[in-house]
T-cell receptor
């Protein structure tokens, strides 16, 4: 399957700062990427769908101005958490579609802690 | 809307025990169903999938059958190993959707030697 990396694997930041998380598709040109968020002992919740070269589609309740997604190339999507607050602390996971709607491959996730 | 409900863990078994993790779903149309596994410190990996009713997905000794009549996709393994210790997620993709998945809450499995 396709290999997906995320950077950083973990980050700690102060409240009010912005944090950028990168998601890279290492061996597949991904037109579509997804960003999920996972709170402790909770399920993964889809935040947004990102299509290369176009604006991301956000799920209901996800603030697009707070969670900026850029999918500028077929191998890179970034998620920027702007003006982070402690309630944004979570595990952020990206995935790509590689070969069809049932072929989704996940990155290892990024643990964000906002102090 | 679409949703997935799976049994809450944690589940603790001895090596070679039989495993069942229940998963039921609610969906319109004809969803595809998946089991993902997340080993400690790693990302989610697809374990198996089934795309239509009565299909059986299988991998690494794990099996799950797509039961439309009971809207279920229970995960089973006849003899678990310590290396199977992980968190298991049941998920569905709605028919016609772009690919985004709806996940259950996950079930943590611990296998003791």
């Amino acid at each position: 399957g396709a290999v997906v990396s995320q950077h950083p694997s973990w980050v700690i930041c102060k409240s009010g700062t912005s944090v950028k998380i990168e998601c890279r598709s290492l061996d597949f040109q991904a037109t579509t990427m997804f960003w999920y968020r996972q709170f402790p002992k909770q399920s993964l919740m889809l935040m947004a769908t990102s299509n290369e070269g176009s604006k991301a589609t956000y799920e209901q309740g996800v603030e697009k101005d707070k969670f900026l997604i850029n999918h500028a190339s077929l191998t890179l999507s970034t998620l920027t958490v702007t003006s982070a607050h402690p309630e944004d602390s979570s595990f952020y996971i990206c995935s790509i579609l590689a070969g069809g709607p049932n072929e989704q491959f996940f990155g290892p996730g990024t643990r964000l802690t906002v102090l | 809307g679409n949703s997935v409900t799976q049994m809450e863990g944690p589940v603790t078994l001895s090596e070679e025990a039989f495993l069942t993790i229940n998963c039921t779903y609610t969906a319109t149309g004809y969803p595809s169903l998946f089991w993902y596994v997340q080993y400690p410190g790693e990302g989610l990996q697809l374990l198996l999938k089934a795309t239509k009713a009565d299909d059986k997905g299988s991998n690494k000794g794990f099996e799950a059958t797509y039961r439309k009549e009971t809207t279920s996709f229970h995960l089973e393994k006849g003899s678990v190993q310590v290396s199977d210790s992980a968190v298991y997620f049941c998920a569905l993709r709605g028919g016609g959707s772009q690919g985004n998945l709806i996940f259950g809450k996950g079930t943590k499995l611990s296998v003791k030697p």
